[in-house]
């Protein structure tokens, strides 16, 4: 069965500091992983997959199969960045879904 | 926005009442997903549809059901609604091909049952 744990379910740092947000998974095929964000009561929005190995808004994540992570991580955390951040497991095959872990709210201070 | 729509945005209901909810796409996408959000528990799949008139159960289904009679539209049915269904429900797409990894998620549906 897959797995996502997000260990950290809140995370507190001040505006300019350097932000990681980890995530482990366990999946016993060829892992496709996602970051999701939601704002306060708003709609969940992809912020990086793995497979694209892109930057949005600073963010970056990368997959490390050895050690079955795959955290986000910012170098200057921005107070517009305060949301829910969660990280998803793809299964692939005709029935793709994704399974969710339980999110880490971030919080950025002035 | 990639033109999916929940309906209602929110709704009180009394236990023991049916409660229908409904998702409408107007991408042409063949998958369709159903999800909880609570506090603690994350998302959690409810239930999914891979076609129209193909459904299958996710990790809670127990206490819904869920019908898709055409590609546009999934519906999501509480039996008989308890107060541990109150929640956000939200549903996503998923179209087909390279470019459309991952989900888009709808705006919600804010639940409460008393």
């Known amino acids: 069965a897959q797995r996502v744990t997000q260990p950290e379910k809140l995370l507190s740092v001040f505006k300019g500091a350097p932000v990681e947000l980890k995530c482990n998974y366990s999946?016993?095929?060829?892992?496709?992983l996602f970051w999701y964000v939601q704002y306060s009561r708003q709609r969940l929005q992809l912020l990086l997959r793995h497979i694209s190995r892109e930057s949005i808004k600073g963010f970056t994540a990368d997959l490390n199969k050895g050690e079955t992570s795959f955290h986000l991580k910012k170098p200057f955390a921005q107070e517009e960045d305060s949301a829910m951040y969660y990280c998803a497991l793809a299964s692939g095959g005709s029935n793709y879904k994704l399974t969710f872990g339980k999110g880490t709210l971030l919080t950025v201070n002035p | 926005d990639a033109g999916i729509t929940q309906s209602p945005r929110h709704k009180v209901t009394e236990t023991g009442t049916p409660v229908t909810l409904r998702c409408h796409q107007t991408?042409?996408?063949?998958?369709m997903y159903w999800y909880r959000q609570d506090p603690g528990h994350g998302l959690r799949l409810i239930h999914y549809s891979y076609g129209v008139k193909d459904t299958d159960k996710g990790e809670v289904s127990d206490g819904y059901s869920v019908s898709r009679s055409k590609t546009e539209d999934f519906l999501l049915t509480l039996e008989s609604a308890t107060s541990s269904q109150t929640s956000v429900y939200f549903c996503?797409?998923?179209?087909?091909?390279?470019?459309?990894?991952?989900?888009?998620f709808g705006s919600g549906t804010r639940l409460t049952v008393v």
């Open positions: 991408e042409n996408h063949r998958y």
């Open positions: 999946y016993s095929g060829s892992p496709e």
């Open positions: 996503a797409i998923r179209g087909r091909g390279a470019s459309n990894y991952g989900y888009t």
